[in-house]
């Protein structure tokens, strides 16, 4: 069935409201046992948002500040829950007219049909699917701004994001949109409509808002790596809802992109304790951690396209590309994305989708190129689609983090930083030390 499925993913991308992983065909009714895993695949999602993020991100930054990253997580992916019901779903994913935004015909989701064309699951199991994307995609930029951010903002700005940014970017690459059905440009699983958007979000955001108090002079050690491990325990295990659920069903390729999610996440951890080892002597749990999520975010785009060992070149260059980019950023450009997210989301995305052009080929194992493409003009729709994303996320993310600056202040007063989130803004202490 893999071999189909490229081919099938294109025509599905040319026959508007079709998605551009859709399966082919239009059954009856829905199938129990594809709605079931979509249904788990859902629930591993959300379980990579909260707790899995929650916690990774949490044990990263200092003792003062962890619960005001969990709130933050929390309440990111609590409001862009709500406004996917509302107005989200149908700009991603409602009946395609001119390409750039779906029609409003499923506003606060009316009008769902019992099974979404081309799909073997009602439609209803697909929009929370997809809300479960929408929630995490906007909490992935939490990272960038930790320990500094004013919490009206936080919430302010990532709601607008998700409705501006996150949701036209899924139409244009999932729901029929213009860089799928006149382009061709693939993402299986969000490298290109969650990694990069919230990576070069990410990015502006960290600029805009400033350094933190000290940085890069003050060394800022993570307050627990046991937490953030445990996160990226929990992260890595909801991913394989997040790539197998974007089969869409429960079968051959749901299985292959589990299989590939879990072999890049492996390379690049491994790698990553190497360069470790290698640069500062000694392999660490967070050099672990960030690798294993460096290769997930890579792997992610491609993961039903290729075969397990593109997989592992991919989590390999993973670690080879995301771990110098870290350097760079923050010791070399002196940017303060607190905790990578742009060196770690953002390239691996960006690097993964320009790679699937190369590993789609049978030659190397992968599911073969649409009839109208070949490896050189597979290159270049994902090269326009990484980079009309990565400048739209960037343009549309600076007007609306100013804008929202405007009504809510961005960040809080030197004071507030020096005595932490926590406290500050939320009243409570992570941890009752005495």
Known sequence: MRKHFAVLLAAAACAAPALAHAQDGVPADANSGDTAWILTSSALVLLMCMPGLALFYGGLVRAKNFLS???????IAAIASLLWIV????VAFGPVSNGWLGGGSALMLRGLGTVREGHTVPESAFVLFQMC???ITPALMAGAWVERAR??????????????????????VWGGGWLASKLGTLDFAGGIVVHTTAGVSALIAALLIGKRSGFPRTLMLPHSPSLTMAGAALLWVGWFGFNGGSALAANDDAAAAIINTHAAASMAALVWLLFERLTVGKPTSIGFATGAIAGLATVTPAAGFISPGAAIVFGAAAAAVCYPMIQLIKQRLEIDDSLDVFAVHGIGGMLGSVLLAVFLSPALGGTGYAPRMAMGSQLA??????????????????????????????????????????????????????
Request: charged share 10%; proline share 2%; hydrophobic share 60%.
């Open 151 to 172: 919490f009206g903002w936080v919430l302010g700005f990532s709601a607008l994001w998700g409705l501006v940014v996150y949701a036209p970017v899924a139409h244009w």
């Open 87 to 90: 107005v989200g779903y149908t």
């Open 381 to 434: 729709a994902q090269l326009v689609g990484v980079g009309v994303v990565a400048v739209w996320s960037a343009v549309a993310s600076a007007v609306l983090a100013v804008g929202v600056s405007l009504f809510l202040p961005m960040r809080v007063s030197e004071d507030t930083e020096r005595e932490g989130l926590d406290l500050a803004s939320h009243g409570e202490r992570a941890w009752d030390i005495d």
């Open 69 to 75: 990253v969990l709130v933050q997580v929390g309440a």
């Open 133 to 135: 994307f929408a929630a």
